[in-house]
Each structure stands twice: as C-alpha cells, then as structure tokens.
C-alpha cells in the first residue's frame, strides 16, 4: 500500500509540474516595495515581498492577475526580515551587498522556520506560490555549494506538500539537474545587462558575454523543459530600450526593472 501511495504521489506531482509548465509568462512584474493591489492588472505573473501585504490583499492581486507569488530567500536572511532573530545563531556569513547572512539549510531550526514561513505565505495569505532566492548560493561558485543536497531535499518536502503551487527558480543554473523535479520555472537576472554594485553604474553586457549566457540559458530551458524568464536592470529609456532590442529575437519573456526591484518599472506605467 505504500508503494502504491508512492506511486500515486509522484505522478499527480509529475502531471502537476506538466500543467505549470505549459504556462506561459509574456507580462511579468517583480516588485518588493509596497503596491496598490487594485492597481496592479493584467500581468502573467506578479512576485512580491509578503509582508507588505495581508491575504485580503492578495485576493485583490489574484482576482486581476493571472498568477501572484511570494519572494523568499533560501539562501541568505536580511537583518530586516522577521525570521532574522530566529535563525541569526545558524547562519554561516555575510553578504554585506544586501546586508543579509547566509543560511544554513541543513540546520533543523532553519529549515522548520522557512517551512513556517511559506506555509504562512501559501496557506495564510493565499499566494499561488513562491518565488525562491539565492540558489546560486548552492552552486559551486556559492558559499554554500556542500549544503545542496540539504537545498534539495528541503525544495522537495515543499513540493510534496504544496503540490499545486508555482515554484519559480531564481538563478542556480549549474544545479538545474538536483533541483528541476521540484520546481516549475526559472529566473535568470543580468542576461542583456551587467550593473556594477561598486560603481552603482547600469550598462549592456558586452555582446561575447551577453550571446555566450544567452546560449547557456536557451540550452539550460531545451535540457529542462522549464519555463524561463528573464530580469534585466535598466534606469533610463535609452538603456531599456537598448535591452529590449537586444532580447527581441530570444523569444524569452523579460521585465527591465531598476535594481533593487522596488516600484513598479515605469515602461509598465
């Protein structure tokens, strides 16, 4: 019978994943400032910080898009997140880009904290799903590379309970082969574009680098048969609209937002 229970688990999971994956994202919006729900219309897909916003909120959000997702770090933690206190005696470093610490994911407290967490996204607030951080932090370029196997097994104890829920990827291409049974789509930021965090300077990635991670994702998207969208950083018109031509024949979806992601971009005003 458990065999049985089994089998049942991972082909409802499969089709599942199947149906999230025939969807198609053409208008996206990522923002983590605060929004007017009823404001915001017509998007594919919405992500944003949960705790601007209560679950009558995200009703709104959900009754005029098509679908709305939590953001959630499970790579790193600000020092202005709610769970910070609860986890700063796991963490294993600092970030001082973002003012934020790196997670331990195999640490039982972090892990029963993050679980929390979603939960209180999915089941409290109502989100379709979650939009989940830092996973490059897993790959071998990462300070984390040794705590994927932990980062796997915590994407699948989520999945098996929130079946029917998005789970969208940021970044962490080079792990694609551990974590893609668990999730639904991916994001890849800094494709067409290249911000310098020292400078604060927006720019075009030079155009060897630009077609050579190109190629990598469209390679990445034919392996996986995963849905991937792209976000690219832009602070003027003549900028995005240099970005815009550049990704016109890739046939991805993109947003062209400014860095730290917290207004709505204004070529969507």
């Known amino acids: 019978m458990r065999l049985i229970n089994s ?3 991972i082909i409802v999971l499969a089709m599942t994943q199947q149906a999230l994956t025939q969807q198609s994202y053409e208008k996206i919006l990522f923002c983590y400032g605060d929004l007017y729900p009823e404001k915001t219309t017509g998007y594919d897909l919405v992500v944003l910080e949960p705790i601007h916003f209560s679950a009558q909120d995200v009703t709104v959000f959900k009754n005029n898009n098509k679908k709305v997702l939590a953001y959630i770090s499970l790579g790193e933690v600000n020092e202005a997140a709610r769970h910070y206190e609860a986890l700063k005696g796991f963490t294993l ?3 001082d880009i973002w003012n934020s610490h790196v997670l331990d994911i195999a640490n039982q407290e972090t892990r029963a904290a993050l679980h929390t967490l979603i939960a209180a996204h999915i089941e409290g607030k109502g989100f379709d799903g979650i939009f989940i951080d830092n996973i490059d932090n897993y790959t071998q370029w990462g300070p984390t590379p040794k705590k994927l196997a932990a980062l796997v097994e915590f994407l699948s104890e989520v999945k098996l309970r929130f079946r ?4 969208l990827q940021n970044a962490g291409l080079l792990i694609m082969q551990d974590t893609a049974p668990y999730i639904d789509a991916v994001a890849v930021e800094s494709v067409a574009t290249d911000y310098n965090f ?3 300077h927006y720019r075009l990635r030079a155009k060897k680098d630009f077609k050579s991670r190109l190629d990598n994702v469209l390679t990445v998207k034919k392996q ?3 849905p991937i ?3 690219e950083y832009a602070n003027s018109k003549k900028l995005t609209k240099e970005v815009t031509k550049r990704l016109a024949g890739c ?3 993109f947003v062209v937002a400014q860095i730290d992601l917290q207004t709505v971009p204004k070529s969507y005003e």
């Open 7 to 9: 089998i049942i688990v």
């Open 93 to 95: 470093g600092k970030n």
């Open 164 to 167: 029917e829920s998005v789970i």
């Open 198 to 200: 020292s400078t604060n």
């Open 224 to 226: 996986y048969q995963k």
């Open 229 to 231: 969208l792209l976000i």
């Open 251 to 253: 046939k991805l979806p």
